[in-house]
C-alpha cells in the first residue's frame, strides 16, 4: 500500500445559508480544496452527506457534485455512514489513492441542516438508529445519549461532563469559521433547558450548515506539488447499533477498535497523539471518545476536563478549532472539517489557535450511537 | 412507517415476539439469516417476558416530527425478567412516579399515527406495573 | 326465552384506564351545580390509547384466566362505537395482539351499547353451531361525549372480553339462557361522518331504555323462566347511576343485588363494554352455583338479557390475573384542559 497525503484543503464558514443550496456549499469547498492543492483535476470524487433524501429530497449527488465542482467526466461516488458520513467518504477515497487506482481523489462533505425543521432533524438523526426500534418508538439520538448520560452519572458521577462544550466555545472564540465563535460559560451550560434530562440544550452540537473538502494525493503527486502536506491514515469499525445491547453501553467498542488500528497503521502511540478533534456532538459522547479510546481512564474524562487537560494549552488539547459543539456539525461535512483543521495545525496555518509543533493529530468520528467510528489521523509529513 | 414494513415488524410490535439463536441465546427482532452474535444459523421463536424493571428513562422534549402530537414522553431501558435489555415509550404514568428500579409491565398501545388517512401503527410500551398485578 | 345448553365461559377480563375526570369539573366549566350531576367522575382513555388498545388489554386478562393456547381461538367479535378504523376490523389487531392468528373469523358488531353483548351472542352461535372451538367476545369503547351536552359526564372508555367455549369441567361460568328484545327505536344515534352522536333526551327513557330491558328481562322472568329469587346479582347496562337502580325498583328487585356489579358512579359508562364491566366485577367476587342476570341495551334500541351460573372454575382462575377493581382504584385525576388534550379535542400543530 502507498502512502496518502492530505495536499489542500477547503471549508466554508458553518452557518445557516439560506442563500445557497446543498451543492453550492460543496462546491465552495471543493474549489477552495483543488485550488489549495494546485491541481486541475482528480481521478475521483467522493462525497460524504447523510440526509439528502431525507431533507433536500435529493439522490445521485456523487454526480451532481463532480457537475457543480467543474469535474465532469471524473468517477464520482456518495458514501452514508449517519453522521460519519464524511469520514467514511474520506476512508474510500483513502483507499483508492493508497492502492494506486488514483493519484488525486477529491473528497468532500457537506449537509443542509437548515433547509429542515428542527423536529425534521431529530427525525433525521433518529433514522441512525433502527426504523421499526429506536425510529419506531421515538428514542431519538438525544434521548439514547441522555440514558448512557445517567448510565454513566451512576458508575462514575457526571462531574466534569458539561465542561466539554465549554472548552470546545474557547476553542472557537475569534474561528472565522465557526458556528458559533464565541465562549461559552459553565453556568450558561448548566442553566440551558434540558433536551431530554439530564442532557441540556447547551451540551450539543447546533443545527448548521457547511462543506469541507480535502484532497488525498499519492507519493508521487505529492513531492511534484509545492502545497504543505500531511500523512493520512484511516481506520473504522462498526459495533451493535444499539449501546445496550453492547457488552458495556459506556465503552464504544468502535472507537477502541478503530483507534487502536489506526494508532498501529501509523506507527504512533498515544503519547505521541498531539491533539484529538473529538466528536462532541454531545457532551457525553465527547467523554466517552475519550475513554473508549484509551485517552482518558474510564470515568476521569470530566475530571482532565476540569483540570484543563484539555485546553490548547493543556496536555491533550481537543477540539481546536471549536469541535462540534461550536465549530458546528453539519453532518457528512464534519468529519473532513476535523480532517482540514488537523491539516491546518500540523502545517503550521492554525493562526491564532496553533499548537507548539504537534506531531500527530486525531479525528474521531462517530455514526449513530457508536454504530461506526472513525479514526482519522494525520501526521507531520 | 409504510404498510407492508410495519405489518412484517407486527409479531415483535405486538407481542414482543421474536427469534432465539438455539446455540448462544442472542434474541433477534426479526428471523435472521444469522446470528449477530455468534454467525450460527438455527433459531427458535420466542416471547420476550411482558414485565421487568425500569433501569433508566429520560424526557424527550425536542421530539422528532412524527412524535411532535405526544411530546413530551418517556423513553425507558428496561431489563425484563429474562435479563433482555429492551428500549420502550414509557406511559400511563404521574410525573412524580417514575424512580428507576420501579417494576415495569408491556402494553398495547397507539404507538405512531400516518395523519389522518394512514395506517394506526401500535406497539408496545411499558407502564408502572400495576400493585398485585 | 332461549335456554342454551353447553356453553361456557372460560376466561374473562376488564379493563379501564387510568385517567379520571369527576363530573364537578366538567360541571365547573359549563357552570353545572354539582346535586344535578349523574355519576360521580369517570374513565377517560390515555393520548395513546383507543378501543383496540383497550380490547387487546381486555382480551390478554381473560386468556391469562382460560390458561388455553390462543391459536384455538377461531373467532373474535368486536362491539364498539369507536372503531379506530371505518373499515379495518379491531377483531384482526386483537388476534395478532394475542397470538390467535391466523384465525377463521374475526368482525366488528355495532349495535350502540350493546355491540359487547351482541358479540357474546354470535360467538355462542358459531361454537354451538360447531364452527368454531373457542371464541373470544369483546365490548370496547373510548365513547364521544358532545361538549356542554349531558352526555358530556358519563361518556367513558373500558373494555371487557370473555372467552367462551364448550363446556367443560374447569370453565369459570355457565350460559343457561338468553333473550333478546329489539325494535327500531330512534333515540340515539351517530351519523357516519359525525364526531359526536345526538340523544333525544327522555325520549331515551321510558320508551327506549326501559322498555326494552324490561322487554328482554321480562322474557327470562316469564311463567316457565326464572325467578328474581334464583338470581344473586343483576347486571344491568348503566349509563347512568340512577336507570338501573329504577330497573331495579320495577322488578321489585333488592338494591345489594345490584351494588357489585353497578360500577357507573366511578367510571362513567363504557359504552360497549358497559354492563360487561358489570359482570366483570360480580364475577370478580361470586361464588360457584350463584346465577346472574346481565341485560344490555342498546340505543336504536334492544337488550339481550343472559343467565350466567357460576362455576367451580372460578376458584382457580379468578386470581390468575388483575381483578377489575384493581384497575379501578388505580387512577389519576385530570382537569378539563388535559381532558381535552386526551379527547383529542385539541391538538398540537
Sequence with gaps: ?381 | MRAPSYWRRMPFLYRLSGWRCDHCGAFHYSKPIVCRRCRSRRFSEAELPRSGKLIAYTVVRSPPREFSEFSPYAIGLIELDDGTRILSQLTDFQEDELREGMRVEAVFRRVRVNGEQGIIEYGYKFRPALRGG | MVKIDGIAIHGYGGYVPRYRIKAEEIGRIWGVSSSELPVREKAVAGIDEDAATMAVEAARIALRRAGIDPRRIGAIHVGSESKPYAVKPMGTIVAEAIGANPSKLAADLEFACKAGTEAILSILGLIQGGQIEYGLAIGADTAQGRPGDALEYTAASGAAAFLLGRMSDDAVAVIEAWSGYVTDTPDFWRRSFDRYPVHAARFTGAPAYFKHILGAVNSLLESDGYSTSDVDYFVFHQPNVKFPLTVAKILKIDRGKLAPGLLADKIGNTYSACSLLGLVSVLDQAQPDQRILLASYGSGAGSDALIIRVLDGILEKRDLAPKLREFIEDKIYIDYSTYLRLRKEILKG
Design chain 1, 1 to 381: 500500500m502507498g502512502r496518502v497525503f492530505v495536499a489542500g484543503a477547503g471549508f466554508t464558514k458553518v452557518a445557516e445559508h439560506w442563500d445557497k443550496s446543498l451543492e453550492q456549499l460543496m462546491a465552495e469547498a471543493a474549489v477552495k480544496a483543488v485550488d489549495g492543492a494546485g491541481i486541475s483535476s482528480v481521478n475521483s470524487i467522493y462525497v460524504g452527506n447523510a440526509l439528502s433524501e431525507f431533507l433536500q429530497e435529493q439522490s445521485n449527488l456523487g454526480a451532481i457534485i463532480a457537475e457543480e465542482s467543474g469535474l465532469v467526466g471524473a468517477p464520482a461516488f456518495r458514501v452514508e455512514a449517519a453522521e460519519a458520513s464524511g469520514a467514511a467518504a474520506l476512508y474510500a477515497g483513502f483507499c483508492e489513492v493508497a492502492s494506486g487506482m488514483a493519484d488525486a481523489v477529491l473528497v468532500v462533505g457537506g449537509e443542509k441542516l437548515s433547509d429542515g425543521l428542527a423536529e425534521e432533524v431529530s427525525s433525521g438523526l433518529m433514522m441512525g438508529g433502527r426504523a421499526w426500534y429506536e425510529g419506531f418508538i421515538g428514542a431519538e439520538f438525544y434521548s439514547l445519549n441522555a440514558l448512557l448520560y445517567k448510565l454513566y452519572a451512576r458508575r462514575f458521577g457526571d462531574e466534569g461532563i458539561p465542561m466539554f462544550p465549554v472548552i470546545s466555545h474557547e476553542h472557537a472564540d475569534g474561528v472565522s469559521h465557526a458556528q458559533y465563535p464565541f465562549k461559552l460559560s459553565l453556568e450558561k451550560v448548566l442553566s440551558s433547558p434540558f433536551l431530554a434530562e439530564p442532557l441540556r440544550r447547551l451540551e450539543v452540537s447546533g443545527i448548521g450548515d457547511g462543506a469541507a473538502a480535502v484532497i488525498l494525493v499519492g507519493e508521487d503527486l505529492a513531492a511534484k506539488l509545492k502545497s504543505p502536506k500531511a500523512q493520512l491514515y484511516v481506520s473504522a469499525a462498526t459495533d451493535y447499533l444499539s449501546p445496550f445491547e453492547r457488552e458495556d453501553p459506556l465503552r464504544f467498542q468502535s472507537v477502541a477498535l478503530a483507534v487502536s488500528q489506526v494508532l498501529d497503521r501509523a506507527g504512533v502511540d498515544r503519547g505521541e497523539i498531539s491533539f484529538i478533534e473529538l466528536h462532541d456532538a454531545t457532551s457525553i459522547m465527547a467523554a466517552l471518545c475519550l475513554e473508549s479510546s484509551g485517552f482518558s481512564p474510564p470515568g476521569n474524562a470530566g475530571k482532565l476536563a476540569m483540570k484543563g487537560e484539555f485546553e490548547l494549552s493543556g496536555s491533550l488539547p481537543c477540539n481546536t478549532f471549536g469541535g462540534l459543539k461550536a465549530r458546528g456539525h453539519p453532518l457528512g461535512a464534519t468529519a473532513i472539517y476535523q480532517v482540514a483543521e488537523s491539516y491546518l495545525q500540523l502545517t503550521e496555518r492554525a493562526g491564532r489557535n496553533q499548537l507548539d509543533s504537534p506531531r500527530a493529530g486525531l479525528a474521531l468520528s462517530i455514526g449513530g450511537v457508536g454504530a461506526e467510528a472513525y479514526a482519522s489521523l494525520l501526521k507531520r509529513a
